[in-house]
């Protein structure tokens, strides 16, 4: 088989003034969702989708199986590669030891859920989701005719100032107590860009224990944690984590920016592997993958791939700081930077709207900002707004600009 990750390599000085060439005719010309959903002077900031592109070593693969007309249906060989360099990430990243048998292919996360809610937990029982939280984690219980439990999360502040969001594990025990069936834990944290720490992850284990309730743990921006002080913990890799209960669900689709390729991951063992693996349902997700996701996983995490990550990450890391030194004099509006994702929070519950408009509504009509309304990510965050931070220095500092003389604007 042709090696897929070798080719030139571009160097880091060109990367990132490729970056900064980004301008919002650029992307409106690209045509991405984020950016062809609204009409006019608006800046998209809002699906989870980068504006960098993707590595190198992705794009050549995708290249060569046009050229070579490798189009149609997966080769073992190929599916085989992409659970491995899953494994090895884990295992070189994390500390995760990782079997290559233990990972399993399927279209995306959101099929995983569905899966484990309606084959992997008891009929009739209701999902807690932590809120605020990824959209699709709310509305999707209800398609099994599941209950969703919303927990909000304990919002503080630190010494500083800073905000702080921590999970409600009183709130998800008693849930839990309740007869939930299933607990979906986001690390790192979308929308609220937490980057969860063992002790956390080691109370929640204890309460899943305890109860003997599932906890997925979506960890689709575990490869884009930006804080240099912060480190992605696997939840799995937590010795309480009862392999019986734990499913955990990752791609690279977010840190690479392919989510269109359909190859997620889903790593489980013990007796979670054991009734994946049992489920016809379950199992047949596999089959879903895609060809050229499978290559592109092994492409992505290659040494090339992973030097293109960091030094994303690293921008990624420049841009919310840009954002924040921006906001940092604006009392209206309280910026969460986030420690993983690519994902800020916006309260605006200080800024003075029209009557009957949100928050994310005014940006988008006001200074041009497309931001994700707060609304879609639970109850009781009507007033704020998830900013997308995946874009070009340039663009970054468009959007600084505008909220920042939108927020500081009086109205009466």
Excluded at 180 to 199: D, E, K, Y
Aim: proline share 8%.
């Amino acid at each position: 088989m042709v090696d897929d990750t070798t080719g030139p390599h571009e160097s880091a000085h060109d990367l990132l003034a490729s970056f900064d060439a980004l301008t919002p005719e650029t992307m409106r010309a690209r045509g991405s969702l984020k950016w062809s959903t609204y009409d006019g002077d608006v800046i998209g900031a809002w699906v989870a989708e980068m504006d960098l592109g993707t590595a190198p070593a992705v794009a050549r693969v995708l290249r060569r199986a046009v050229d070579d007309g490798s189009l149609g249906y997966m080769p073992m060989s190929v599916g085989e590669r992409a659970r491995e360099a899953v494994a090895a990430f884990h295992r070189h990243s994390f500390g995760w030891a990782v079997p290559r048998r233990d990972v399993s292919l399927l279209p995306n996360v959101l099929s995983a859920l569905g899966a484990v809610i309606a084959q992997h937990t008891a009929p009739s029982s209701p999902v807690v989701v932590p809120t605020p939280a990824y959209m699709p984690f709310l509305s999707i219980p209800g398609r099994y005719g599941r209950r969703c439990m919303q927990v909000p999360a304990l919002h503080t502040h630190d010494a500083s100032g800073a905000p702080v969001w921590r999970l409600d594990l009183d709130g998800i025990e008693a849930a839990m107590a309740a007869g939930a069936g299933l607990l979906i834990l986001c690390n790192p944290w979308n929308p609220v860009g937490r980057v969860l720490s063992p002790a956390e992850l080691d109370a929640v284990a204890e309460l899943s224990s305890r109860y003997h309730i599932p906890v997925l743990a979506d960890e689709i921006h575990s490869s884009l944690v930006l804080d240099p002080a912060a480190a992605h913990t696997p939840y799995g890799s937590r010795p309480g984590a009862d392999p019986d209960l734990t499913f955990t669900v990752t791609a690279v689709s977010k840190g690479w920016n392919i989510p269109g390729l359909m190859c997620a991951q889903l790593i489980a063992s013990g007796g979670a592997r054991s009734a994946w693996e049992a489920d016809p349902l379950s199992a047949h997700l596999a089959d879903e993958a895609a060809y050229l996701g499978a290559r592109a996983v092994a492409a992505a995490l290659s040494p090339e791939g992973l030097a293109w990550n960091r030094a994303v990450r690293t921008y990624l890391h420049g841009n919310g700081d840009l954002i924040a030194g921006a906001l940092a004099g604006i009392e209206t509006v309280e910026l969460t930077v986030p420690e993983g994702s690519y994902l800020a929070w916006l309260d605006c519950s200080r800024l003075p709207v029209p009557e009957g408009a949100s928050p994310a509504r005014f940006f988008r009509r006001e200074p041009g900002v497309a931001m994700s309304p707060g609304a879609a990510f639970g109850r009781g965050y009507e007033s704020f707004c998830r900013l997308n931070l995946a874009t070009g220095r340039t663009i970054a500092a468009q959007i600084a600009q505008r909220l920042v003389d939108a927020a500081a604007e009086p109205r009466g």
